[in-house]
């Protein structure tokens, strides 16, 4: 089993819809967890960090759940800018950051 | 300003012929990593310091080497590079804490002929 899991996708959306991905996990002791975003041919940019108690950032909302060892992210209101890969990052421990396969978002007007 | 920042972009290299890729970073962070992403995958960590302390991935081929004379530069080494190492290479770091998050360089692309 891989360490961070996520549904490739792709998700295919219109303009203005919400879309929701989720991203698994299997180390209980992983410490802390982040969204971040890759658009075609850049490196991974930071989208919002994810707390336990959940965060909101404009049209972005993370979630955790610890007791079932997944994150979800939701976006409201999709732009065709938000096309992108959106990879989930869990620090392991020790510092280890490990990816997740990636969902790929797709936007269409 | 770029706080992380690699070189080369691109690099191309001969099958079997020693490559190094540079990472520098501006930040004075504790933590750099190595990453190997190849298209359509996500990146794969291959190793990475906390300061002088080297964590080497299981699954990390022993062509693959890296050094961090200092705090701002971390150096990936690839022995013998083949067909399969053709990538894009993506160096992080971090602060260290618990909650921090990475910053990444642009990436050196890699292609081996």
């Known amino acids: 089993r891989k360490e961070v899991e996520q549904d490739p996708g792709p998700f295919n959306v219109p303009e203005g819809a919400t879309v929701a991905f989720n991203c698994t996990y299997s180390n209980s002791a992983s410490q802390s967890f982040f969204w971040y975003r890759q658009d075609c041919r850049k490196e991974p940019k930071l989208l919002m960090s994810v707390y336990s108690s959940g965060n909101e950032d404009g049209r972005f909302t993370a979630q955790l759940n610890r007791a079932s060892q997944y994150i979800s992210l939701l976006i409201r209101d999709s732009k065709l800018s938000d096309s992108a890969t959106y990879l989930c990052v869990v620090n392991t421990g020790f510092q280890k950051l490990v990816f997740g396969t990636g969902t790929r978002l797709l936007v269409s007007p | 300003d770029a706080m992380v920042i690699q070189n080369p972009r691109y690099q191309v290299t001969q099958f079997g012929k020693p490559v190094t890729l540079s990472c520098s970073q501006t930040?004075?962070?504790?933590?750099m990593y190595w990453y190997q992403q190849k298209s359509s995958q996500a990146p794969k960590l291959l190793f990475h310091?906390?300061?002088?302390?080297?964590?080497n991935e299981a699954d990390t081929p022993d062509n693959f080497q890296s050094r961090r004379p200092n705090t701002s530069f971390c150096f990936l080494d690839i022995r013998s590079p083949g067909l399969g190492d053709a990538a894009m290479y993506l160096c992080?770091?971090?602060?260290?804490?618990?909650?921090?998050?990475?910053?990444f360089g642009q990436g050196t692309r890699l292609t081996v002929v």
């Open positions: 930040l004075n962070h504790n933590v």
């Open positions: 992080a770091t971090s602060f260290g804490g618990k909650d921090s998050e990475a910053f």
């Open positions: 310091y906390y300061d002088k302390d080297f964590n």
